[in-house]
């Protein structure tokens, strides 16, 4: 399904606006509640062995790349450059931790880093909650059941404390592989969303992440409870931030940073609630991505959305079509799209700082040319080599069968 945004937010010195998807009498509320006040904002890094599939994601072009991206995108998101892991090359375009790092620091917004299970260790400070990763969601045993034990409990600490005297929360995420997982977790949980899920890619791979998703789910019983499923098919990010999402709601507003992967949150969150009886409350969410997950035509996140009857999607009207940069300019032309809680980042940029698009623009272009000046001086604005990692094609191979290995993007 394609969307198209308003553009009457292009006129110079014109507040970008904000689009409410879906839900909009809810999502007119949350805004009028909600944004006209300086949120928290926490991001949970998380990493998942379905990340090393071949062509699963653009977010690293190896797979040793698609191993440290989220930890580079940790740093960035802190420092504004990589001092110690640089960033993967991308096919088009440049990460969504480099916007949000120059969407939110000049608002005096200081991001909270959560490691939720990476697989190598991080250099930037972030709050340890996990040291395990998650198996490829085809192997139908991604986490082990004491891990998503762990994981929730530490979750629901850290929603209550980063909660605790704000007005909202914005949750966002980066995990490499996260939106076949938030598949196969829809899936797990009743929905059917083939061809619904959107990619880092221009246009997803569609076949491979259902072949991956239809392998993971093939002994999982049609009753299994939300903590089963997860453990089953997902990822760390998710217990964390669906335990974070409901323990905040008690406190405040919730902003739910990302595409795909928070729809599958907010479906985990709200099963894992309703199978233990525990109150909570969702009015107080909403979710914010990009324009360019809306209008992506090889997903449907709006029928998405609407099917699994998910809180107000919102989106900032911005184009980027008048960008300088052409790392800018890929995202208009539908590359990397969202992550580490970019549409919250624009969402916030147009309805708390209420910035046009000139001044959007010049924001973001400015973060791009420091990281890429900071990279420069470093002498790392190529990624340093590492081992790759050895689930590749050898293991791709037992596990898929050959068209999805190699598959027609559709």
Known sequence: MQRTLSAASLAVGTAVSI??????PWGDRWLHHYIGHRPGFACILGFTETALVPGISAAGQTAADRLRTAIADGEVLTYGYAPFTPLPTLAAG????????GLITPLGITPVLLNSGLPLMPRVS???????????????????ARVVRSLWQQGWRWGETLARGRNYLILGECVVGGTTTAQAVLTGLGYHVDGMIGSSHCHGPVNLKTALVRRGLEHLSPEALPWEVVAAVGDPMQVVAAAMALAASHHG?????????????????????????????????????????????SAAIITLGELIDAPPLLAATCTFGGARHPALRAYAQGFVKEGVGLGAALVLAAGYAHWSETQLLAHLEASVHRYQDQMTRLGKSQPEAIAEPPMLHELAEEILPDDAIHPQHG
């Open 126 to 144: 972030t709050v340890p909650l996990g040291d395990t990763p998650a198996r490829c969601v085809s192997t139908g045993q991604a986490l082990a």
């Open 19 to 24: 689009e409410v998807c879906t839900q909009k």
């Open 94 to 101: 440049i990460s969504p931790a480099v916007l949000t790092h």
């Open 253 to 297: 507003g919730v902003l739910l940073g990302g595409g795909c992967q928070m729809l599958a949150v907010y479906a985990l969150a709200r099963a894992w609630a309703g199978a233990e009886g525990w109150p909570w409350h969702p009015h107080r969410m909403a979710i914010a991505t990009t324009p360019w997950v809306i209008q992506d035509a």
